[in-house]
């Protein structure tokens, strides 16, 4: 196919309006056009605005910035995208809609013209079954803003020709942005992989097992990521996050892996969506997020026992090293001694599983997060049953934070917080290698440039915590609870049966 010199854009909102920036500032011409002729004037002035202050920054020089914006024109009619080699849309998102609006723009481009739908939730080949030409008709999903946010999903339908897809992918380059190729699929590739996160976060809190609060700082301090899933949907907001897990868990028939939770469909209804209506999950004043103080650690006891359980080899390991830097004499019996701390250091299961049964003392155990390391000045998590007495809990805890690491302390959990979130993380990105949706390669990339997380990407960082040891978390947790949701994508399991890499397809 030939070069695609000029665009239509067709949607003069956020999306619209950064879609076109991208291609102006890539020397293309853009014909913008939205029903609403004042957003389109909107949208020109923005963009001239958003130009001047990358020339005062000395990012762009004037002349390209004045370049840039004679590239934008405004359109009255969609008549104007007569003879562009590509139309996006980037309008409300229901399928009526963008299946009227390609139907119309059918009768007016040419033969050649690619028509490309910017939906992060619609089925490309439902909004191509409405054209006489379904070939041409192709997902390209951005992300907001999409200046920064530097990954786009060319989304092929059931019905499309690849080489469409391909010149989206060589055009994404060309606006100095990182395309990834995924199947029509619910979710494509980086709405679907961020399940994981949110939900699992959701369901850890409705069970009660920490607060919000809490389970965030777990995840930035403990597990390394840039935000904790309230954090991110307080971000995001409710009335866009809420929606998405609904659909896409309907879309999938009712997957277990992506059960909602009623905690949000109740916050939405009560006005909670976040920071944009100055409370969600947590209040802000002046725009700043309000966070509570956390409990100081008790004191160590003067004299203390400590009784390591061996039950999972690479737990006790970890577990008994930093026993050791804290200057800790581990009781060597085989049972524990009758005035011990009793801990466990439990992957996937929660203190209670591992007090039935190995017939320990309940209220003496204390659970002991391992999965991610124990580095000094890494946040670390006991957890407690409900039987684990005040005094014992307390004990752990200035055990843990003797070297002045902070520590949390969570309720029972089968999988603690980090290691239940990054396991149903990694879990649904194989399942979307195993589906097929993309390649290894893209999963990581989609998901590391879309949402921020580390290692490069689930399944980098499923190779590097150890696939072994998150198949065994999800077979605890699923053993725990009984929940489906938690049973091990068959990529993964096969990938750890034959000592593979997960990104090995």
């Known amino acids: 196919m030939k070069d695609i010199n000029s665009i239509g854009v ?30 389109v004037s909107e949208a020109r002035a923005s963009l001239k605005g958003i130009w001047e202050r990358l020339t005062e920054k000395g990012r762009m ?3 390209d910035a004045a370049a840039a914006l004679e590239r934008v024109v405004a359109c009255d009619t969609l008549d104007a995208m007569s003879d562009v080699g590509l139309v996006i849309e980037a309008v409300v998102e229901r399928l009526d809609v963008k ?10 481009v040419g033969e050649d013209c690619i028509l490309a739908s910017n939906t992060s939730s619609l089925s490309i080949t439902a909004i191509a079954a409405g054209c006489k030409r379904p070939d041409r008709v192709v997902g390209y999903h951005f992300f907001n803003p999409v200046p920064l946010m530097k990954v786009v999903e060319v989304i092929d339908g059931a019905r499309g020709d690849a080489r469409y897809g391909d010149a989206l992918m060589q055009l994404a380059r060309r606006m100095g942005h990182t395309p990834v190729r995924a199947k029509d699929m619910p979710g494509f590739i980086v709405n679907h992989g ?22 965030d700082t777990i995840m930035r301090e403990q597990a390394g990521f840039r935000m904790g899933p309230f954090e991110l949907m307080d971000l995001t907001g409710l009335d866009v996050s809420h929606p998405v897990m609904e659909s896409i868990y309907h879309q999938f ?30 209040r802000y004043e002046g725009g700043q997020k309000v966070v509570e103080p956390e409990t100081a650690a008790p004191a160590l006891p003067d004299k203390l026992t400590v009784w390591l359980a061996p039950y999972h080899s690479t737990g006790h390991r970890r577990a008994a090293a930093l026993l050791r830097t804290l200057g800790v004499d581990l009781a060597t019996s085989e049972e524990p001694p009758r005035d011990a701390l009793i801990i466990v250091t439990p992957y996937g299961e929660d203190v ?19 999965f991610f390391g124990l580095d000094a000045g890494k946040r670390r998590v006991i957890m407690c049953s409900a039987a684990t007495g005040d005094r014992w809990r307390d004990a752990a805890h200035a055990l843990f934070a003797r070297d002045g690491t902070p520590v949390s302390v969570i309720a029972d959990s089968a999988g603690f917080i980090a290691q239940r979130i990054v396991a149903s993380i990694i879990n649904v990105a194989s ?12 999963v990581d990339l989609a998901i590391s440039l879309g949402l921020g997380y580390p290692g490069g990407g689930p399944l980098s960082l499923g190779d590097t915590l150890g696939a072994a040891h998150v198949l065994d978390v999800l077979r605890g947790m699923q053993r725990t609870t009984g929940d489906m949701r938690y049973r091990a ?17």
């Open 10 to 39: 067709v949607g003069a909102g956020a999306m619209g309006r950064g879609i076109a920036q991208i291609a102006a500032q890539a020397g293309i011409t853009v014909r913008l056009f939205d029903l609403n002729s004042a957003a």
């Open 61 to 63: 020089r004037a002349e």
């Open 99 to 108: 299946v009227d609006l390609f139907s119309k723009l059918e009768s007016i």
């Open 194 to 215: 961020g399940r994981g996160m949110n939900i699992e976060g959701l369901k850890a809190a409705q069970e009660c097992v920490a607060s919000f609060q809490t389970i």
């Open 253 to 282: 028939y009712d997957e277990p892996r992506f059960r909602p939770s009623p905690i949000t469909a109740l916050r939405v209804a009560g006005g909670l969506l976040g920071r944009k209506t100055g409370e969600g999950f947590y």
């Open 352 to 370: 209670a599983t591992v007090v039935a049964e190995y017939q320990l003392d309940g209220a003496r155990t204390v659970g002991l997060d391992t």
């Open 431 to 442: 399942d979307i290698a195993q589906q097929g949706i993309a390649t290894p390669e893209d």
């Open 489 to 505: 994508s068959l990529w993964l399991q096969r990938r750890v049966q034959l000592g593979m890499s997960l990104r090995e397809a």
